[in-house]
């Protein structure tokens, strides 16, 4: 790369680093409304659905403040976002030359700076459980036990995680464990039972995990978890614990129309992306393995497939759309460990039109939770 583009890649890191510190301190202007009450949820009343954050949270205070929401999600993405480094570090190493793909990805609006946006949901635990299977070793069944424990407590966090990163956390287990070495019949057997488990798990939080008693006295409990009762309006949201599914799929179709809108300004978002498309392509296509290549392209459908799913249901268009970026990225270290006939160029720093598209996705500050922007 010369000396003038690299400059340019160089300052694009001193860019996003500015944009992140703004949209983190816009964010704390902001009531967190979801976030917060999922600190307070606990399992008092039993088994129920996104209570796993709330109950840990009471483990160490019986009365949750409203800044520990920032506190701990802000924790959260700063051991998040170190790890990447460290992933990217690994995979494809942190010289000039890489600069342009880590501009492309940890710099992307669909990424950590939309994870600073929506500080406090519960999207970026994925992210992070995905990231520990990309670094530990996958030498024997325990690398399996691991993917399943993480992705149970994903589950537990929120059941959604099940369409959101539980999938990519599959194909991880599938690209670093199973196509590695000969497939023996417990490797199977342990694979199925982990994912017949999380199943299990995901349909009673989904159907058995409703709230047992009635909303007033849920907010009640709630209250006494406050450390200022009086905020009364943070609880807004305590009716998700008695929403069926049905209801969430009539209020997504309801949006639908709305949410439509955004879908060419999300097409347009990801072809600014062009240059990580593009060498993620290679990657795919340097692959030793037909049958390796094959597994990668059925496992992103797979992985789309269930955000299309998840796009039926739930209506926070502009924050899955960007975890499905995430989990892209994720997917390219994935295929990275994978034995290759050759090596893949990095992104050509020294292009003027990539280096335009690195600087409009350096600006983009993020892409949102439910609509664009």
Known sequence: MSGAYSRHWRAMLAVNAAVMLGVFLHKLALPPYIPYIHLLVDYHFGFIKRALIGAVVGLFTAKVPVWLVFALAGGVWLITFGLFVQLFRRTFGLGQPQLPLFIFTAGSPFVFKNFLFTLGHFDIYGCLGAIVLLLVPARSLAYVLLAALISAALVLIHHIHLLMYVPTVAAIVVLRYYLIRPIMRLDIAVGAI???????????????????????????YLKTRMVD???????????????????????????????????????????????????????????????????????????????????????????????????????LHAVKTLPATKSVAPIDGDDRKTTILGWIITVLPRVGIIRPF
């Open 229 to 331: 009762p009086s905020r009364t309006e943070l609880l807004q949201f305590a009716y998700v614990w008695y929403q069926p599914l049905s209801k969430e799929v009539q209020d997504t179709w309801a949006r639908l129309p709305s949410n439509l809108l955004g879908v060419p300004v999300y097409a347009l978002l990801l072809w600014l992306h062009r240059p990580l498309w593009r060498v993620f392509k290679q990657h795919i296509h340097s692959l030793n393995s037909p049958r390796h290549r094959q597994i990668v392209i059925a496992a992103l459908i797979v992985i789309g497939l269930a955000y299309l799913v998840m796009f039926a249901m739930v209506f926070d268009y502009s924050r899955w759309i960007s975890s499905w970026m995430v989990c892209m990225v994720l997917m």
């Open 194 to 220: 982990a994912l017949l488990g999380l199943g299990a798990l995901f349909f009673a939080a989904q159907f058995l995990g409703t709230m047992p008693l009635p909303e007033a006295d849920f907010v009640s």
